[in-house]
């Protein structure tokens, strides 16, 4: 099959054929269908995240069964999957209490040692991304990284609710949950941070704060609910918010951007009791000083990282597909342009033009 191989770091994807081995026991192989080019990829691309190379990335993928490993009964040949980078052990405490984002051995989903490696390129086996590597035409991951979703959604919105849907939506609803009428801030909309805003609106939000200095962005913003927008170059995010809010501040600040700046400003503009709420991909080392007295202590306010959006996969793509047929959830302006897998490269060096979103691999 074809994938997208990253060789070392800060080389280009260059497209070749890799060897991707039968499924075992409780994996699935999938024919991919559609799958979103990420900004995390790129962080792992460039070295911000050290993973061993070559590797093949991407991991948000939807695609249609293939075959199934003899111990995997609940999926058929056929089914329309969407492939997540979740993947809990079934077995410890957190997995019982339903929050498989917490489970301490997600490594469980790997392929046991002693046998083939799952992808393999010129003879050597390839790093799976997250178990997914969904640059490539087909996939290979334990059944506890797919989940069922109807035929009906098309895949290349169907691939977003593998990562990018379920991190920004389940950040507010799964993480934060957001009251009705509360307020909220989300600094940086891009496929992340539209689903933020999103979630907020669907939760009843008050008042939906969009801080981007692209002007598209911001006006998507809106599309997805945003009651408010300001643009950072133009205006201090912080006060402008705390005017917004006749002094006060918002309740919940998610930090999407991934970074030190707005980090801090996520923190600072919230009100008694508020939290700040992180799920921006940082690199390595990047770090963001705190005074107790003034920003914890005094404020009363919080700070939390956000793995996935506290997402529970099994329940939460599946009700997001279910949404979306229903006409709830807005994922076809999440889809800005659809490429093939030779034009990778330029998808990514394009990902920030005007009004861009999330541009989309499909596979014929």
Known sequence: MKAAVTSEVGAPFVVEDVEIDDPLDF???????????????????????????????????????????????????????????????????????????????????????????????????????????GFAEQILVHRSQLVKI????????????????????????????????ESVAVFGTGGVGLNAVQGAALAGAHRIIAVDPRPDMRKMARKFGAT????????????????????????????VAGLPLTARQALQCLSKGGTAYYLGMQPAGHELPVDIGADLLRSQAGMRGVYMGSTKPHHDIALYADLYLQGRLNLDDLVSSRITLNDINQGYATAHEKGAVRTVITFD
């Open 27 to 133: 994996e699935v192989l999938v024919d991919v269908e559609a799958s979103g080019l990420c900004h995390s990829d790129v962080v792992v691309q460039q070295g911000g995240v050290k993973l061993p190379m070559p590797i093949v990335l991407g991991h948000e993928a939807a695609g249609t069964v293939k075959a199934i490993g003899a111990q995997v009964s609940d999926l058929a040949v056929g089914d329309r999957v969407v492939a997540t980078l979740l993947a809990g052990c079934g077995h410890c405490d957190r997995c019982y209490l339903g929050r498989p984002y917490e489970c301490p051995d997600q490594a469980a989903a790997e392929r046991p040692p002693g046998n083939r490696p799952r992808l393999s390129w010129r003879g050597h086996p390839l790093t799976q991304f997250w178990r997914v590597s």
């Open 150 to 181: 109807s035929k009906e959604v098309p895949a290349d919105r169907a691939c977003l609710l593998g990562c990018g849907v379920i991190t920004g939506m389940g950040a507010v609803v799964n993480t934060a949950r957001v009251q009705f009428g």
């Open 228 to 255: 408010h927008t300001i643009d950072p170059a133009e205006a201090d995010p912080v006060a402008s918010i705390r005017d917004l809010t006749a002094g006060a501040g918002v309740q919940h600040a998610f930090e």
